[in-house]
């Protein structure tokens, strides 16, 4: 008997995220049927005929949120430059010494193949691959988890086709319960006007349906680039950022450029963000908050906690942080003095 994934099914569950506030249930974990149907983030269909115990995972947000998941033991391979991630040196160093391939390049199908992996997951890139291997009969699974509603698709699947269910809603149950904490703290709040620039240049920047509005809206904060068409970073004028004059200026953690060469811009000067110094970095603490990720709901967390702190208490992010890395990655921040 077929167990068939659809689309249309993750999209429910995943407004649980949104809508839903019941208490948290144990969802029961029934074994899989001999076959699965799924319905991947590329709108493939991908048919798995036996049980996940071998598992590729080619891209950094389903690799770490497979390790939430608890599937660390069953990956035989792994993005490129798994040793430059903080979380695999604290969480599972045994990935780094995996084999890995590199899915901004050519995929090596041939050796990956060798591996015998009952499931490989790949990245909107390399959906070529992902087809290649599927008339090898490998079912490879593409995520595109490109905002927060396709990151929540994405945990689903994932829980789905491994058999853990239960662990990938009790995931998104958690997003919920602190999403809707810091709705309830921000209720009622100013709403002051945010812009985020790019890793490249200040003038880069988000766009409407990237997950990054999604942030900040959620954080009672009004993204001045709302209307800004696109699904990546978008190069804009000066005079455009002029116009939006933000309240405050958000830059990521691996920006080229500094807090303080944005201070002493004389270009910039005029701007709200500028004058009260409202320029932050975006943190990364063992891993990038900002970008689609497990951890994202740590840059939300914080991102709301910045913009009205009279609203918070002063330790309950750093508790937050501790709580999230021991539960989901074994990591213990405070005995490590994080």
């Known amino acids: 008997m077929k167990k068939v994934i659809t689309l249309f099914l993750i999209l429910m569950m995943a407004l649980c995220l949104f809508g839903c506030s019941e208490k948290e249930e144990d969802v029961p974990s029934e074994p899989l049927p001999a076959t699965i149907e799924a319905i991947d983030q590329a709108g493939r269909t991908v048919i798995i005929k036996k049980e996940v115990e071998r598992i590729v995972s080619l891209s950094y947000p389903i690799s770490a949120a497979l390790l939430a998941l608890g599937q ?9 430059k798994a040793d430059t991630r903080p979380l695999y040196q604290l969480a599972a160093k045994e990935l780094i010494a995996l084999p890995s391939f590199d899915a901004d390049k050519q995929i090596d199908t041939d050796a990956l193949l060798k591996l015998e992996p009952d499931l490989v997951f790949l ?12 008339e090898q009969g490998v079912p490879a699974i593409v ?24 662990k990938a809603q009790e995931l998104i149950v958690y997003y919920d319960k602190l999403i809707d904490e810091i709705l309830t703290i921000t209720d009622g709040t100013a709403r002051p006007k945010v812009y985020i620039g790019g890793s490249s240049s200040l003038l880069a920047s988000c766009t409407a349906s990237m997950h990054q509005k999604q942030i900040l809206e959620t954080a009672s904060a009004r993204p001045v680039f709302a209307a800004l ?7 804009i004028a000066a005079e455009q950022l002029l116009q939006w004059n933000p309240d405050y200026i958000f830059i990521p953690e691996d920006a080229v450029y500094t807090t303080e060469d944005l201070l002493n811009d004389e270009s910039l000067a005029e701007l709200s963000a500028i004058q009260n110094e409202n320029i932050y970095v975006l943190p990364s603490m063992i891993e990038s908050w900002s970008q689609p990720s497990s951890a994202s709901i740590l840059g939300l967390y914080w991102v709301a906690q910045t913009l009205h702190p009279e609203k918070f208490e002063d330790d309950r992010f750093t508790g937050e942080v501790n709580r999230f890395y021991k539960k989901y990655y074994n990591i213990d921040l405070e005995n490590q003095g994080s």
């Open 143 to 166: 995520v595109d988890p490109k905002d927060y509603d396709k990151f929540i698709e994405m945990i689903f699947l994932a829980g789905a086709v491994c058999d853990v269910p239960a």
């Open 123 to 134: 990245d909107a890139k390399q959906t070529a691959a992902a087809d290649t291997l599927l």
């Open 72 to 80: 660390k033991d069953k990956i035989v391979a792994i993005e490129a």
């Open 229 to 235: 068409e696109g699904n990546t970073w978008t190069g």
